[in-house]
């Protein structure tokens, strides 16, 4: 799905996306969360030595821990701590400031094609979306879903516009409508709209359709930086 394809109705110009009734929720949510720790236990399984592959290699390429525990606004605005793995050299986050004259993105959030903070197994692990896998830690813990908005930072939370908050009233995912029609590639504000969109328009064969499409999507790194 993209924007182009969703259908959205607007009043002298303004998009109405957003104001229908959050669809998952009562029986709905029971089955989304059923499935989430279904597969997300298979899948821990499955990619365990996979993971423990990737940590070793984190170690051998630079000082510093394996995983990255940072705050993010999950449901409600709920903070709670994300998992990945490591992809930037110790600091980064210190220097965030220095580099925001490089921003790629607009809106609140920050994004940099050739970021010199990441280090040389940080951006195979980007590319293909590897870091990302210690948040199956998170869907189990109920604080994620495997499919759902992306999780924002706190400071990117202060910045939002009031319609951007309604991103906020469903958990998180791993993956979503933004991972697959392009991720970097989208502006802020159409990220939101897909998020939007997903939250009233959910349905399970919704999240299995965007769960197969994230494979070819992450493969072939489609918007991925």
């Not at 790629?104 to 959030?109: F, Y």
Request: charged share 25%.
């Amino acid at each position: 799905l993209s924007l182009n394809q969703l259908d959205i109705e607007d009043l002298n110009g303004i998009p109405l996306i957003g104001t229908r009734e959050v669809s998952i929720r009562g029986i709905n949510l029971f089955l989304k969360r059923a499935m989430d720790v279904a597969i997300a236990t298979l899948a821990l399984i499955v990619l365990a030595p996979l993971m423990g592959l990737i940590a070793l290699a984190i170690k051998l390429d630079s000082p510093g821990p394996v995983l990255l525990r940072q705050v993010r606004i999950g449901r409600h605005g709920k903070p709670f701590v994300c998992y990945k793995f490591r992809s930037m050299r110790v600091g980064a986050e210190q220097e965030l400031e220095r580099l925001q004259a490089f921003n790629e993105a607009r809106g609140p959030i920050f994004k940099m094609r050739n970021d010199p903070r990441r280090t040389r197994v940080g951006r195979i692990l980007r590319r293909l979306s590897l870091d990302e896998l210690p948040q199956l830690l998170n869907v189990l813990k109920n604080e994620m879903s495997l499919v759902g908005p992306r999780p924002p930072l706190p400071h990117e939370v202060e910045r939002y516009e009031p319609w951007h908050r309604r991103r906020l009233e469903v958990a998180p995912g791993m993956t979503g409508l933004w991972q697959v029609s392009g991720r970097s590639n989208l502006t802020f504000d159409e990220m939101v709209l897909l998020d939007i969109w997903y939250i009233e328009n959910w349905s399970l064969w919704l999240d299995v359709k965007i769960l197969l499409r994230t494979i070819p999507a992450v493969l072939l790194g489609v918007g991925a930086y």
